[in-house]
């Protein structure tokens, strides 16, 4: 049986069992008092709204997180590389040049042909280079978006470990609570062993209780340490660094429960269209690509003077201007282009079409389950209020040196139960917030 260390109990033998019965009393109704005038204190916080606090610490960590997340760093790195594209482009083709020497120098004229250089550069159609900046910068476009797409998941994904671990932390806060309870409550079996009103059966049930709520306290202080390592990776952090949530997360008062449309402008589906945009800036640089390229060059002859020989033109060297034009007469492969970049704008507008389909049921979705945690909220709070007064009744019953301490445990577990559901209800109100803001903001 367990040992008490309240200095009334050890003097217990030099006082008669009324006195005792008595002091025990009052010391059971100021432990009690105590215990659930934190608990009263805890729940009339609630009331209050202290968003702007819990808003400012989570708005530190998304900060930090936007700076030190290798996936954010990811895609702005390959929109950096998309960007940097339009440059890689912005060029004519390569210059050519040509050096030819005469092993079997011909003769002409004014002397023997000795080594012939030439030049050449193609140039693409009028607007070529243009179209191909046009195409690149619109697949900068839709990689951009991937950035703005990452930082919603990141934004998602840290306020939903941020609220997770405030309600294992709640949840931590209440098992304390419960656990003092039991306490007390073993302090008045004990006592009522010696007076004949309990038996030592009542004692082992109130601690095989509490054993039981100490096992749930450190499973959940594990529970805490795997979400803490989840959360610090998201900050891409050392995973032992302790991280602190609001004392208390209240449930919001105003109801903005209402149906909310805003997927229009979702950028997992703005990416579809400036895919698809991208799509036309690719037909138009084929139907340039398949337009003839004028070349420009020059040829010079090296010729030597004739020997033994006096004219005016001896050894005249040779320039040879040239223009040159390259005409796609076999030009399948842009037909086949054209074709490829109509079946590729269809395939954006499914895929589109299916991914506004996914969002818009899982918009629905978290609506509902809100308003679900509203309803389960409202119903806790109420079923609390009741178990607190059933548990009131009980204290009074003892008054008369009557309790039931089957009634106790069972009025204890149904308290438990429902501030247990109560922070949950709130979490999911949280969590599925964040997948509302993910969808619409």
Not at 38 to 45: G, H, P, R, T, W
Not at 329 to 346: A, G, P
Request: glycine letters at 2%.
């Amino acid at each position: 049986m367990k040992k008490l260390t309240y200095p009334l109990y050890i003097h217990k033998q030099c006082l008669s069992f009324s006195t005792l019965n008595l002091i025990n009393k009052r010391i059971f109704h100021f432990s009690l008092f105590t215990i659930r005038f934190k608990s009263i204190l805890v729940s009339s916080f609630l009331l209050f709204f202290v968003v702007n606090i819990q808003s400012q610490e989570l708005e530190a960590y998304i900060n930090k997180a936007f700076d030190n997340n290798p996936a954010i760093q990811k895609f702005e790195l390959q929109y950096s590389i998309a960007s940097e594209k339009v440059n890689e482009v912005n060029t004519l083709p390569n210059t050519e040049f040509a050096v030819g020497y005469f092993v079997s120098e011909p003769e002409t004229r004014t002397g023997a042909q000795n080594f012939k250089v030439s030049i050449k550069q193609m140039l693409p159609w009028f607007g070529t280079i243009t179209s191909r900046e046009n195409y690149i910068s619109s697949m900068a476009d839709a990689t951009y978006e991937d950035i703005v797409i990452a930082k919603r998941k990141l934004v998602t994904s840290v306020s939903q470990s941020y609220y997770n671990l405030y309600a294992n932390t709640a949840k931590q806060k209440v098992l304390e609570e419960n656990i003092k309870l039991l306490e007390t409550y073993e302090t008045l079996a004990l006592t009522s062993v010696e007076v004949g009103k309990a038996s030592v059966v009542d004692v082992l049930r109130l601690q095989m209780r509490q054993n039981e709520m100490q096992q749930l306290k450190d499973v959940l202080e594990q529970q805490f340490l795997a979400e803490q390592t989840n959360f610090n990776k998201l900050l891409n952090r050392d995973k032992a660094i302790k991280v602190t949530t609001i004392d208390v997360l209240n449930f919001p008062s105003e109801n903005f429960d209402s149906t909310i449309d805003n997927l229009s402008v979702h950028p997992e589906l703005l990416k579809y269209d400036k895919l698809y945009q991208s799509i036309e800036k690719s037909e138009l640089l084929n139907q340039k690509e398949s337009a003839p390229m004028i070349g420009f060059g020059l040829d010079y002859i090296n010729v030597a003077k004739r020997p033994n020989m006096d004219f005016s033109d001896n050894g005249k060297d040779i320039l040879m201007p040239m223009v040159t034009i390259s005409i796609p007469i076999f030009n399948t492969s842009y037909k086949s282009k054209t074709k490829q970049n109509s079946l590729q704008q269809q395939e954006i507008l499914a895929q589109k079409q299916e991914r506004f389909n996914t969002l818009e049921t899982l918009l629905d979705k978290a609506i509902n389950e809100r308003i679900s945690a509203r309803i389960s909220y409202k119903t806790q709070t109420k079923n609390l209020q009741q178990a607190n007064d059933a548990e009131e009744i009980l204290i009074k019953s003892y008054e008369t040196g009557i309790i039931n301490f089957n009634d106790v445990l069972d009025i204890q577990e149904l308290q438990f139960k429902f501030q247990i559901n109560q922070i949950e209800s709130v979490k999911t109100y949280y969590v599925q917030t964040t997948v509302i803001n993910y969808l619409t903001n």
